[in-house]
């Protein structure tokens, strides 16, 4: 069950308690859940897997991360909580209350409070489930900081400070949203340069630029300005936007129309990546984000 944030408006200022189904393929599944809320598992191949649940935010300072809790159906059962909904909203309550302390008292307090986060309570824990998953967490790890280092790798090999359109079947593969169409690359930027992108988004649910550190983690966005998106974004009179990524603000030019400013927040390179959500036009007519690295003294003449 997701219950979407009181707060904020886009993508969904809807309240309603959202129900999401995982059931083996050629179960039956509840009359009354639509199917577009229904996910099928395949035990035939795994009896165990990963699922990932991703929020959207528009407004990040106007909203709170959506309230989860996870319930496995039985047979023998009707309901046997994995995480309780009581355990899930007293974490969400600490955190909610750790974030504020963090956006008053800045950077420090984000690590001095980090033990203050709650304590969720999981039923059937044992030494063997305790060995399990930290093996399986260990291997995750692994994984995903390798799979994106080599990713990090070819981008800066083959299209350094460049925006093109990431390969969907790969995207999709490793869990990637097949609704989203991505523009990966690597950036790399002296001091007196900047890198300069201009998009004119199509109509889409969202859009979103960020810059990332090489591991492809997204550079610090609680204290310091690393990504913009559709609401966040300052358009020109045509619906075009243009970002400039410098290691200092460009005050000239930032006053210009539909000029948006990120900061490297000491970074000299790292990934970036744009993203289209839900964009509703065909691949083939997708608009391509543009991007050019140019000197910084000449960004208020561009």
Same mark, same amino acid.
């Given at each position: 069950k997701m219950q979407p944030p009181a707060k &904020? %408006?886009?993508?969904?200022?809807? @309240?309603?308690t959202i129900e999401i189904y995982i059931i083996p393929e050629g179960a039956d599944a509840p009359p009354d859940v639509a199917a577009s809320n229904i996910l099928r598992s395949r035990p035939q191949l795994s009896e165990e897997g990963l699922f990932i649940v991703r929020q959207t935010f528009a407004l990040r300072t106007e909203e709170y991360p959506a309230e989860l809790s996870i319930q496995l159906i039985t047979e023998e059962s009707s309901s046997s @909580?994995?995480?309780? %909904? %009581?355990?899930? $909203? %007293?974490?969400?309550?600490?955190?909610?209350?750790?974030e504020k302390e963090e956006k008053k008292k800045g950077p420090?307090?984000?690590?001095?409070?980090a033990a203050g986060s709650g304590l969720v309570r999981i039923q059937n824990f044992t030494p063997k489930a305790l060995d399990s998953g930290l093996s399986k967490a260990g291997l995750l790890v692994a994984g995903a900081s390798n799979m994106f280092s080599r990713w990090a790798s070819g981008f800066k090999r083959r299209h350094v400070n460049e925006l093109p359109l990431f390969d969907q079947k790969t995207s999709d593969n490793v869990g990637g949203d097949p609704n989203i169409r991505y523009y990966h690359s690597y950036w790399e930027i002296a001091e007196d340069e900047a890198l300069v992108i201009d998009a004119k988004p199509p109509k889409c649910q969202t859009w979103n630029f960020q810059l990332n550190n090489h591991w492809m983690e997204s550079l610090d966005y609680r204290f310091h300005k690393i990504h913009t998106n559709k609401f966040l974004a300052r358009y020109r009179k045509d619906g075009s936007v243009r970002v400039i990524v410098s290691h200092r603000r460009?005050? &000239?030019a930032v006053e210009e129309e539909?000029?948006?400013?990120? *900061?490297?927040?000491? *970074? *000299?390179c790292g990934t970036m990546c744009w993203r289209w959500v839900k964009p509703e036009v $065909?691949? @083939?007519?997708?608009? *391509?984000p543009s991007a050019r690295l140019v000197p910084f003294s000449q960004l208020a003449s561009l």
């Open positions: &904020g %408006s886009a993508p969904s200022s809807s @309240s309603a @909580s994995l995480l309780s %909904s %009581s355990s899930s $909203s %007293s974490l969400l309550s600490s955190k909610r209350s750790l420090a307090a984000a690590v001095a409070g460009p005050e &000239g539909g000029v948006n400013w990120l *900061h490297t927040v000491g *970074h *000299h $065909s691949d @083939s007519a997708l608009p *391509h």
